[in-house]
């Protein structure tokens, strides 16, 4: 009798279009035939997958997130905050996957399944945020309310234009915000419209980063400032360099890498963690947990 690997399923069966509903057994005839005997979580409430993951997965081999990025979140935050190092496995599911698209994974549900099947582990840095994990991106001003203010239906239904639409609405009612963030000793001051201090090439879906400039494992995280316009031509300049994805030299854009973030902002500035509500504060400590978990990825495929 083959001796079978335990894998732990926590589907998410909301995300996205919930079009991996229906792969369902499909993805687990993958793993049964990997050597896996899966058993299948699903959940009904926001903060199931931290339970779930911390309660059950240190009794896995292995645990298998489908969902979007906010399912992954809680599936990394509960296996953190419980101390287990369990390896994922991850099948993006959900409206935009920015973490997904920066590991270049498959949006093809069952060929998702199959790569991590027939993947080789990584290791990957992820962020801690006043104590609070977070997985790709820790971000405030424009466009980071998109994904907790849109209700799911919309993102269902338009799937990845909810988000654009929104950021582009967005756009007419920016909110300027005063901070100041020390980076490895360095401190920048002044009003921002938009922040994000990331571990992705991609940002709600509508800022992107070069490849080359993020590596997901160099115990560093990429931050974007981008400082509140004063007049047509910075506006105009904003717009430029985040189509062209040039932010090397500009008056109206930061962008640098760190290790440690420490942030003086209002207390009632909101945040966004993987696209999901952050509660604001006046203090804040960003920090790079290096090699925080494994996932198991098709390097064929990835750019990691």
């Known amino acids: 009798m083959r001796i079978m690997k335990k894998n732990l399923i926590i589907l998410n069966p ?21 050597g896996y005997m899966s058993t299948v979580l699903t959940t009904t409430q926001r903060g199931d997958g931290i339970l779930y993951a911390g309660k059950y997965g240190g009794k896995y081999d292995l645990i298998t997130c489908i969902g979007g990025d906010g399912t992954f979140n809680e599936v990394v935050a509960g296996l953190m ?95 300027k915000e005063h901070l100041s963030i020390e980076v490895d000793g ?10 994000a201090i990331s571990n992705s090439t991609s940002l709600a879906g509508i800022i992107t980063l070069k490849p080359e400039y993020v590596d997901m494992n160099d115990g560093r995280f990429e931050l974007l400032l981008v400082r509140s316009p004063r007049n047509i031509l910075e506006i105009t300049e904003i717009a430029n360099m985040l189509m062209t994805q040039n932010y090397d030299e500009s008056n109206v854009l930061t962008f640098i890498d760190g290790t440690e973030f420490k942030i003086h902002a209002d207390k009632d500035m909101p ?12 203090e804040i400590t960003v920090e790079n947990l ?15």
């Not at 360095?186 to 922040?195: L, P, T």
């Open 290 to 304: 290096h090699s925080a978990v494994e996932i198991y990825i098709n390097k064929g495929n990835s750019r990691a």
């Open 81 to 175: 905050k419980k101390g287990h190092h369990t390896p994922l496995g991850y099948i993006p599911a959900g409206s935009t996957n920015d973490f997904a698209t920066s590991l270049n994974l498959s949006t093809d549900i069952v060929k998702a399944a199959k790569d991590i099947v027939r993947g080789e582990k990584i290791a990957i840095d992820i962020g801690s945020f006043n104590g609070r994990t977070f997985s790709y991106v820790a971000s405030f001003g424009a466009f980071t309310q998109t994904s907790y203010a849109t209700p799911q239906s919309i993102k269902n239904a338009l799937g990845h234009l909810a988000y654009v639409l929104d950021g582009v609405t967005s756009l007419a009612s920016i909110k």
């Open 271 to 282: 945040w966004s963690l993987d696209g999901e509500y952050q509660e604001g504060s006046e």
């Open 186 to 195: 360095q401190v920048y001051e002044d009003d921002y419209i938009f922040g």
């Open 14 to 34: 909301c995300s996205g279009k919930k079009k991996a509903n229906k792969y369902l057994t499909q993805i687990v005839d993958v793993f049964t035939h990997a």
